[in-house]
């Protein structure tokens, strides 16, 4: 039997007014499924989505909100994200999960705020704000294992055309790539979309002037 993997896709429906419906859709291996449910978000425009590892949630952000959805077969229910005392209610662009490190660890979702800003999630409520990672917006982040002990496991890209690598506390940066400097030649450098290679050796970065490039995730070195 082939292993089917739920996806979600944002579509936008005009009703009386915009809103923003979040369509959940099983695939197999070879791309054959079908629509799960589809359910609306509400008025306010959704700006990324991000299944936990267990695929048990899911993280929807965007226009000055974000929202936890408890995901089990075709039902679906929604709980409205707290921004708390710490933290700027404001645009969120990115979201992702970083996955459970160690026997007894949960996996932590954390969000990228137009600010630069990253919040990193306790439950449905901001636990922590990072503040101004990058100079602005934190466009792109990929969450990922790491690959070794006390390893980065979380990327970052910004509209200031930096790249970050972090590990699960976050804080200090393990590896910085500015794609403004003029070695790189690039086009136009804000980050649109950020990855790891399977083994964790590269990253590849997606620009805002359609380039890819490939950097080392051990030493700031690019292949073009």
């Known amino acids: 039997m082939r292993e089917k993997q739920v996806l979600?896709?944002?579509v936008v429906a005009l009703t009386a007014a915009l809103v923003a419906l979040v369509a959940l859709w099983t695939l197999d291996r070879v791309g054959r499924g079908g629509t799960v449910t589809v359910i609306s978000?509400?008025?306010?425009?959704?700006?990324?989505?991000?299944?936990?590892?267990?695929?048990?949630?899911?993280?929807?952000?965007?226009?000055?909100?974000?929202?936890?959805?408890a995901v089990s077969g075709?039902?679906?229910?929604?709980?409205?994200?707290?921004?708390g005392p710490g933290a700027i209610k404001q645009t969120l662009l990115s979201c992702c999960w970083i996955p459970p490190i160690g026997e007894e660890g949960t996996a932590v979702a954390v969000m990228g705020a137009a600010d630069g800003s990253l919040y990193k999630l306790d439950g449905r409520t901001v636990g922590e704000v990072f503040?101004?990672?990058?100079?602005s917006a934190a466009a792109a982040?990929?969450?990922?294992?790491p690959f070794e002990e006390d390893g980065h496991c979380l990327?970052?890209?910004?509209?200031?055309?930096?790249?970050?690598?972090?590990?699960?506390?976050?804080?200090?940066?393990?590896?910085?790539?500015?794609?403004?400097?003029?070695k790189y030649n690039v086009f136009k450098w804000a980050v649109k979309s950020v990855c790891l290679n399977k083994d964790g050796r590269k990253v590849l970065v997606g620009t805002a002037g359609s380039e890819i490039y490939?950097?080392?995730?051990?030493?700031?070195?690019v292949d073009m």
């Open 155 to 182: 990327a970052s890209g910004g509209a200031d055309g930096v790249v970050k690598l972090f590990g699960a506390e976050l804080g200090e940066a393990k590896l910085e790539i500015n794609l403004r400097q003029a």
């Open 41 to 69: 978000s509400g008025p306010d425009k959704v700006m990324a989505l991000a299944f936990s590892p267990d695929s048990s949630q899911l993280l929807s952000c965007g226009v000055d909100h974000f929202s936890l959805w």
């Open 8 to 10: 979600p896709v944002v």
């Open 131 to 135: 503040e101004k990672v990058h100079d």
């Open 214 to 221: 490939e950097f080392s995730a051990t030493e700031e070195a």
């Open 141 to 145: 982040l990929y969450a990922y294992a």
């Open 74 to 83: 075709r039902g679906v229910s929604k709980k409205r994200g707290i921004f």
